[in-house]
């Protein structure tokens, strides 16, 4: 068989384990799938995915259940066991191991970053102290700190893709008390330095109440960052009502590409300075309309 045959089988793969995740994928299984014997499928598998069938099963199934913590409300050991974890306990272990939290944490943790609010946080060594980076799918994303290119000072933080395939969104962020800035307007700026990005990038905020709900948010995905460009200053404002309770904030990439970030700022503004969330006022009318019930032009009118 030559190099694409052995790849499309390779893909067929992939797709029946994605299509198969809740249920037993034992290896003899996904090898007489595929139509190779046990032994040259698991060569095969290595030699185009670059880890072995249990690695992308354990990751592949990670990432699902993740997914279900922020997008259902299904309990933690419905997930593990739908999953194929043995207990609640040892997927909490495994969950932690590779996120740094555990799933209810987790849960908490990440809300509406985007409209999908698919979100993982993903615990790699090569994170800037101090930081998170989470994403849809963090294996397609990586981070850290670069002594090259900066805007200035000795190091910026960059974010990218590994490859032209990358799936979702990731984001380098932190989450903080907002006791310190109940009442106030804050401003997160930074300058951002990007190249290639084919679908957007840019800053974002977050406020939310102890109970979960966001107050106010701007992921600047109304005015995003694209393709290549030197160093700009960019910066997202939002009032924290007094009732707030954790800020978080970040700079988000969404597909293939790189950003760099550097001179970071969180300070508090004037009311001068005006807010950018977009949601308190989208799709809302400038001035009142139709006081008098006479304009019908939008509706069908009844005998």
């Given amino acids: 068989m030559s190099y694409q045959d052995h790849e499309q089988a390779i893909q067929r793969s992939l797709n029946f384990i994605e299509q198969h995740l809740t249920e037993p994928l034992q290896l003899n299984r996904l090898a007489e799938h595929a139509g190779y014997s046990r032994f040259h499928f698991q060569r095969v598998f290595r030699k185009i995915i670059g880890k072995s069938v249990a690695e992308y099963v354990r990751e592949q199934r990670m990432t699902q259940s993740a997914r279900e913590l922020i997008t259902t409300d299904q309990r933690v050991i419905d997930i593990a066991m739908t999953y194929q974890f043995k207990s609640q306990e040892s997927f909490t272990r495994a969950f932690k191991k590779v996120y740094d939290v555990t799933p209810s944490e987790y849960r908490k943790l990440l809300k509406q ?76 700026s930074a300058f951002v330095k990007s190249v290639d990005i084919k679908e957007a990038a840019g800053l974002w905020m977050r406020i939310d109440h102890s109970s979960g709900e966001v107050l106010a948010f701007d992921n600047m995905m109304d005015r995003p960052i694209k393709g290549t460009n030197e160093w700009n200053h960019f910066s997202v404002v939002l009032d924290i009502p007094v009732k707030s309770e954790v800020i978080s904030f970040g700079v988000l990439l969404n597909g293939p590409g790189q950003i760099w970030i550097d001179e970071l700022g969180f300070e508090m503004v004037g009311d001068d300075v005006p807010v950018t969330d977009q949601r308190a006022t989208e799709g809302l009318s400038s001035e009142p309309v139709n006081l008098n019930f006479e304009d019908n032009t939008a509706t069908e009118k009844t005998n």
């Fill in 113 to 188: 970053l985007v409209s999908k609010g698919e979100v993982i946080v993903s615990k790699t060594s090569n994170t800037p102290n101090g930081w998170l980076m989470t994403g849809e799918n963090p294996f397609d994303y990586e981070t850290g700190l670069d002594n090259n290119i900066v805007h200035s000072g000795n190091y910026a933080a960059y974010l990218k893709s590994k490859h032209e395939k990358a799936r979702g969104f990731a984001t380098l962020m932190q989450q903080i008390k907002a006791v310190h800035y109940r009442g106030e307007r804050v401003r997160f």
